[in-house]
């Protein structure tokens, strides 16, 4: 498998018609690293995400990966340089099997089948939920196991950084628990992971580093010891 690389993104804006919803973003995941991203509803966090996956264009600034640029580029193309998304929501197949759906996110390499099959069978290690369940419509697996489905179908797509877009929304607590240990225990494998989240402790508690976000600019970095002992941060995301 390949190195983790890492992602450096300056000066991000993106419009959605003639609304600026990211302004001269500068944010930074160095290969490695776990990387938690704070904000409220409509602060911008999925629109960093839309950008650096090449969903939505970038109305300027620069977003690099590995030393490469990643404007410019299809989505595909950006899947094939090894950065993936794991979109806000999901966005399941829900009639599909879970299998189906797992295969989707393998299509950039679908000319390797025994790298896929040998992809497919780390992520059953990883979840082996999805293996008894492999043959069901997505769409009647529980929430948390759902979310699953989504995280290994970014990962068949071979990520060396992965992407998370609120991976814990509408998940009960053990739940969330379970899906955190995994992002952990991904990162540790080796993969670079930028996280979006609006559950602020829990994602600190895993984070390398953390950024907050509001209105569409960065307005604090930091370690996430600092992050969870500052009174703002506390007040706005931890609710103490
Ligand atoms: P959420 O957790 O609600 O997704 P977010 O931090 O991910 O929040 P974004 O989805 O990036 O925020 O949205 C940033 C801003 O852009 C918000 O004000 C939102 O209303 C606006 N926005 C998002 N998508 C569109 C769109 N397709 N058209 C117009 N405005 C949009």
Redesign the pocket.
Known sequence: RKAAAGLVIENLSLD??S?R?LDGVRLEAKPGELVVLL??????????F?ATSGIHPAAGGSIRFGGRELVGMKPSQIVGQGLVLCP?GRKLFPQMSVLQNLNLGAYVHRGDRAGNERRLAEVMALFPILQEKQHQPAGSLSGGQQQMVAIGRALMGRPQALLL??PSLGLAPLVVKQVFEVIQRINRAGTTVML?E?NAYAALKIADRAYV?ES?RIVMEGDPQSLLKNDEVRRAYIGA
Do not use: H, R
């Open positions: 959605y018609g609304f919803a904000g409220a509803n409509g602060a911008g966090k999925s629109s960093i839309l806000e877009d609120e979006a609006q976000i569409g």
